[in-house]
């Protein structure tokens, strides 16, 4: 979080004057929680823990308090002003006002101003990763608030499961006397999720009757939920679509992007209702699987008609799947009547259709690629198919929807190493065998200490020179500076006389010894291609590294989402699934921490550490089978290259391809000027 401080002190200067003048309207008032969380994190930082605890917590409840208002406020003022069919354009605009004015007069007598509570997105992420409940477990554990402290802890690792310093407190805390199994709560749970999660413990045990209760409490929590959820959608919506400084739309198309933004985000509540705090994927057929575990429930404790009733609504999300049908088929049998579906399902299903129809069209006018994907995708049949009726087999595992593949499908080339180094100074230091993993491999000497000092040199260069990064914090830490560049960014200054252009030659004749050495040690039976490569350093914040539980990088792997509780890795996006190898350069070791760690799937068994130093390389395959992260750096400077390689030419790197060309016209003694077309745009 790279936030300036004398902003803050102005603010929080200023904040109890705001108080008092808000305190005197009639208006209530609501402490605006991203102040309260900068107050926390400042009283983190000057060890001043029961301000900490002070601060957190306020943030927490204004946090949430905003949240049920805003919700609160729509649904009412959608009841108080709908839109029923108008006959004209006034009537629409006229509810269109009536609803903006009732929005207004609800929240600011709820909350004050809403001015005040309007939230940075970087502040809103901290919240929905849960990160002041990291603040809050090391507070409580200062002030011996051991309780407190461990289901804080607990709170922060329900949603961030790869974090292992985190995972290592809480075995502290658990092997502390005091802390007791039920101090470990998630303060955060979604009672929704909550009571399925028990429901579906009962099930497995036998116990139909309290499970009942629990599935049934479920559905209604998960119906509250969803209506939440939507209401949620109602606000400021972002259109990344477009460019709006070069799009300008008509009165009816703006309103039109504005409701079909809307819509889907409201369409996206099926996943999010499904997708567990720290999961990447909904549960699969989340919705439905309430009424499979319910109708067989029901006939264990021999309430046929409510078993028709469910069985029928788990058909109205996958019709006519056949065990299903056959158990509506005994249970009308048994009862000698027909039995409806649930309301509340049919309600849902028609509203849904609805949805799927309305965004097929408003996503074309908005130019959005969509497709219709059902959250609740079917499984397939049950293989207990000898009681009658089926039942699901209590399976509560976490995947992704049909379209998924598991990384593990998709291993096409025969996996080996062990091939020549081709060059005579580099040294094979650690095999797979050796770092207790596969496709990896730890050499030395793969650059000189010369050319480990001029590459660092040069990447300091750049950023004096006038980088992109600038210095900014990095994306996987607020206690690193993070600073890089690419190989064709390097090239460019050069050529621009920013930098010595011999440095920026060496950066890419380095970046090329690495794809080669990968290449021939793990006897790839086809070209290795550059994915991306990045000059990169990691700076510790120098008053930030006392009290830090973080990485610098969180344990991840390259080319899959890494799911650490399901012990699997979804080759999907955002993921760069294209990659296969990836290997890290060291330019240095004069730092504390930064270690590079591979880890079980788990995110939390370390089965290898590494420090870094100059000229030793890490490489190893980008799949699930070798996740891995970097312990922070506490202390001083690490620089490196970092490489990801393809064996698919369709995914080569545009910046690399036109840095080759760079540097055959270099060679050939040509001038920069002779038409190339360079983009110098780095990515992280």
């Known amino acids: 979080m790279d936030v300036n401080l004398s902003i803050r002190r102005f603010f929080a200067g200023t904040f109890a004057i705001f108080q008092t003048v808000l305190l005197c309207s009639t208006y209530a008032f609501l402490e605006p929680y991203d102040l309260l969380y900068d107050n926390g994190v400042e009283a983190f930082y000057s060890s001043d823990y029961k301000n900490v605890v002070s601060y957190m917590e306020r943030a927490l409840s204004s946090y949430s308090?905003?949240?049920?208002?805003?919700?609160?406020?729509?649904?009412?003022?959608?009841?108080?002003?709908?839109?029923?069919?108008?006959?004209?354009?006034?009537?629409?605009?006229?509810?269109?006002?009536?609803?903006?004015?009732?929005?207004?007069?609800c929240i600011e007598t709820k909350v004050g101003s809403q001015s005040m509570h309007r939230v940075s997105e970087d502040v809103n992420q901290d919240f929905h990763r849960r990160i002041p409940y990291n603040y809050l477990q090391l507070a409580y554990y200062k002030l011996k608030q051991l309780d407190k402290a461990a289901a804080a802890a607990h709170t922060y690792f329900q949603a961030n499961p790869e974090h292992v310093e985190m995972s290592h407190n809480l075995e502290q805390y658990k092997a502390l006397q005091g802390t007791q199994e039920e101090h470990f709560i998630d303060r955060e749970a979604r009672p929704h999720q909550k009571a399925f999660t028990v429901a579906v413990k009962l099930y497995d045990k036998g116990e139909y009757e309290k499970a009942i209760e629990?599935?049934?409490?479920?559905?209604?929590?998960?119906?509250?939920?969803?209506?939440?959820?939507?209401?949620?959608?109602?606000?400021?919506?972002?259109?990344?679509?477009?460019?709006?400084?070069?799009?300008?739309?008509?009165?009816?198309?703006?309103?039109?992007?504005?409701?079909?933004?809307?819509?889907?985000?409201?369409?996206?509540?099926?996943?999010d209702l499904a997708t567990r705090p720290g999961r990447l994927s909904p549960m699969e057929n989340y919705l439905p699987l309430h009424y499979d575990y319910l109708q067989f429930a029901y006939f264990k404790v021999n309430k046929i008609q409510e078993a028709l009733e469910c069985a029928q609504s788990y058909l109205l999300f996958h019709e006519g799947e056949?065990?299903?049908?056959?158990?509506?088929?005994?249970?009308?049998?048994?009862?000698?009547?027909?039995?409806?579906?649930?309301?509340?399902?049919?309600?849902?299903?028609?509203?849904?259709?609805?949805?799927?129809?309305?965004?097929?069209?408003?996503?074309?006018?908005?130019?959005?690629?969509?497709?219709?994907?059902?959250y609740w995708s079917s499984t397939g049949g049950r293989e207990d198919i000898n009681r009658i009726p089926s039942g699901t087999d209590g399976w509560m595992e976490y995947v992704p929807i049909s379209e998924k593949k598991n990384v593990t499908e998709t291993v096409v080339q025969e996996l080996r190493e062990g091939g020549p180094l081709l060059y005579d100074s580099v040294r094979l230091v650690q095999n797979s065998e050796s770092l207790n993993g596969t496709q990896r491999v730890l050499l030395d000497d793969v650059i000189s200490e010369e050319e480990c000092s001029e590459l660092k040199h040069l990447a300091l260069t750049v950023k004096m020179?006038?980088?992109?990064?600038?210095?900014?914090?990095?994306?996987?830490?607020?206690?690193?500076?993070?600073?890089?560049?690419?190989?064709?960014?390097?090239?460019?200054?050069?050529?621009?006389?920013?930098?010595?252009?011999?440095?920026?030659?060496m950066f890419y004749d380095t970046s090329e010894k690495a794809r080669r050495i990968i290449e021939s040690y793990f006897m790839l039976n086809s070209t290795l291609h550059f994915?991306?490569?990045?000059?990169?350093?990691?700076?510790?914040?120098?008053?930030?590294?006392?009290i830090r539980n973080d990485l610098s990088h969180p344990i991840h792997a390259d080319n899959c989402l890494l799911d650490p509780e399901a012990n699997e890795c979804w080759k999907e996006p955002p993921a760069y699934t294209y990659r296969d190898y990836s290997a890290l350069l060291y330019l240095n070791g004069d730092f504390e921490g930064g270690e590079f760690i591979f880890t079980e799937m788990d995110a939390k068994t370390v089965t290898a550490s590494i420090k870094p130093k100059c000229g030793r390389m890490v490489g190893f395959?980008?799949?699930?089978?070798?996740?891995?992260?970097?312990?922070?750096?506490?202390?001083?400077?690490r620089c490196a290259v970092a490489l990801w390689f393809t064996l698919d030419p369709l995914f080569r790197e545009l910046e690399r391809l036109q840095a080759d060309e760079v540097m055959e016209s270099l060679n050939n003694q040509h001038q920069w000027d002779s038409g190339l077309n360079i983009n110098p745009k780095d990515e992280l």
């Not at 209506?227 to 300008?248: K, M, S, T």
């Open 322 to 374: 056949e065990f299903m049908t056959e158990n509506v088929d005994y249970y009308r049998e048994v009862l000698g009547h027909e039995v409806k579906p649930r309301e509340e399902a049919e309600w849902y299903i028609k509203r849904h259709r609805q949805e799927l129809d309305l965004l097929h069209v408003g996503s074309e006018n908005l130019g959005i690629e969509y497709t219709e994907g059902h």
């Open 531 to 546: 994915s991306y490569t990045h000059l990169v350093c990691r700076t510790a914040i120098i008053g930030q590294q006392d």
């Open 621 to 637: 395959s980008s799949g699930g089978e070798n996740p891995h992260g970097v312990r922070a750096v506490t202390t001083g400077q």
């Open 214 to 271: 629990h599935f049934e409490e479920a559905m209604v929590e998960y119906y509250k939920a969803d209506v939440e959820c939507r209401a949620l959608c109602e606000g400021p919506q972002h259109f990344d679509e477009h460019e709006h400084l070069n799009y300008r739309p008509s009165l009816y198309e703006l309103i039109s992007d504005h409701f079909t933004m809307v819509l889907h985000c409201e369409h996206e509540c099926v996943r």
């Open 465 to 505: 020179a006038g980088d992109g990064y600038r210095g900014k914090t990095s994306p996987h830490t607020p206690n690193e500076r993070f600073e890089g560049a690419t190989v064709l960014k390097t090239l460019q200054y050069g050529y621009e006389g920013r930098i010595p252009l011999r440095s920026a030659r």
């Open 65 to 105: 308090e905003l949240r049920q208002t805003k919700v609160r406020c729509r649904l009412n003022c959608k009841e108080l002003h709908p839109f029923d069919a108008p006959s004209s354009d006034l009537r629409f605009f006229d509810t269109v006002l009536h609803r903006a004015s009732c929005l207004n007069e």
